[in-house]
């Protein structure tokens, strides 16, 4: 396989893991953001910011395939704008010529389903909230970009270091049973092992479809998240607070595992019981 040039615009947790995976393969992976020494060695850093075109003209690299996802760092309507939407235009532009493949991380927030139901790939879309339609948007800037482009949607990010729902079970909180709420996870590696696999795909010229949701196997409650993590460390649940994380829905992974890829952290009990067996004891 031909040495590649890529560029991870919005090189964070799954840009950087992805990179040196990446790297490890043989290719030449820059990654941009605005504190470039936040990035591991074997990636080489580009210091800029999405928001600002001037800080990326003349300084993007040639890229055979652009990574786009950045993630906002202000949560309201102006900072999703800016990190989605104005980032992404921002990048292509400044690119002095377009990449073979851009690969642009979304999110599962995107659905408005709260019933419970299954989504996929043909699901309809009307989110209420602006994040979701802002990355709607985003989604069809990537897709009618001209370029060749793949959407990826993530469910909840879980992995090293984003340790929210285990803090609250670890000061006695879990999640009501009722009203039952499905919750969706994708661990940060099965987001870096996604996307490397599509880009393994697309190098060896299969075609990729334009859109692929990656969670896991498994969609669960949250109580039942809550109530087998509080058992895997041993501790009682003294309240419950409802913990809801955009709408009630199971998200389907079989075009991606169609597509053969096959999850490290198949469900949240695998992934969950690596996370707890690394965790430094305090
Ligand atoms: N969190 C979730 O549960 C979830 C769910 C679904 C989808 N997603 C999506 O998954 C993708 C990957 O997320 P992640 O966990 O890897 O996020 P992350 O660790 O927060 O990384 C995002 C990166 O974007 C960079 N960035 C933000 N604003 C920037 C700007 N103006 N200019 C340059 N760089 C900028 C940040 O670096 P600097 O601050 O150094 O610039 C950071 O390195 C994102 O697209 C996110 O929206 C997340």
């Known amino acids: 396989m031909h040495k590649q040039q890529i560029l991870i615009a919005g090189c964070g947790d799954v ?34 910011d999405l928001a600002d075109p001037a800080s990326l003209q003349g300084r993007l690299p040639p890229c055979d395939i652009l990574v786009y996802c950045a993630a906002a760092s202000q949560h309201d309507e102006a900072g999703y704008r800016s990190a989605y939407l104005e980032g992404l235009r921002n990048v292509l532009d400044a ?7 851009l690969l642009f991380t979304s999110s599962s927030g995107v659905y408005h ?12 879309t009307h989110p209420d909230r602006f994040s979701g339609q802002i990355m709607l948007q985003a989604e069809a800037l990537a897709l009618n970009s001209g370029i060749d ?3 990826v949607r993530f469910s909840g990010i879980y992995g090293p270091g984003r340790n ?33 696999h599509l880009i393994g795909l ?46 009630s829905k199971r998200c389907s992974n079989a075009l991606i595992r169609a597509s053969g890829y096959h999850f490290i952290y198949p469900d949240y009990r695998a992934g969950y019981s690596a996370l707890l067996r690394d965790m430094p004891a305090d």
């Not at 690119?95 to 493949?101: D, F, T, V």
């Not at 389903?113 to 309809?124: K, R, T």
């Not at 285990?166 to 940060?188: K, L, W």
């Not at 334009?210 to 309240?239: C, F, K, N, R």
């Open 15 to 48: 840009g950087s893991t992805l990179g040196l995976a990446l790297q490890a393969r043989g290719h030449n992976v820059f990654g941009l953001r605005r504190t470039i020494n936040q990035l591991p060695a074997g990636i080489q850093g580009i210091a800029g």
């Open 202 to 247: 697309y190098l060896q010229g299969t075609p990729l479809e334009p859109l692929y949701l990656a969670s896991d196997d498994v969609p669960a409650p949250l109580h039942e998240v809550s109530q087998w993590l509080a058992a895997a460390m041993g501790l009682e649940i003294h309240t419950t607070k409802l913990m809801r994380r955009g709408g």
């Open 164 to 196: 929210q729902l285990i803090n609250q079970v670890r000061s006695g909180i879990a999640a009501p049973a009722q009203p039952e709420h499905y919750s969706n996870r994708i661990h940060r590696d099965d987001c870096a092992g996604v996307l490397r």
């Open 95 to 101: 690119l002095a010529q377009p990449p073979r493949l």
């Open 113 to 124: 389903q709260a019933d419970g139901s299954w989504v996929n790939e043909q699901s309809p």
């Open 149 to 151: 482009a793949t959407v």
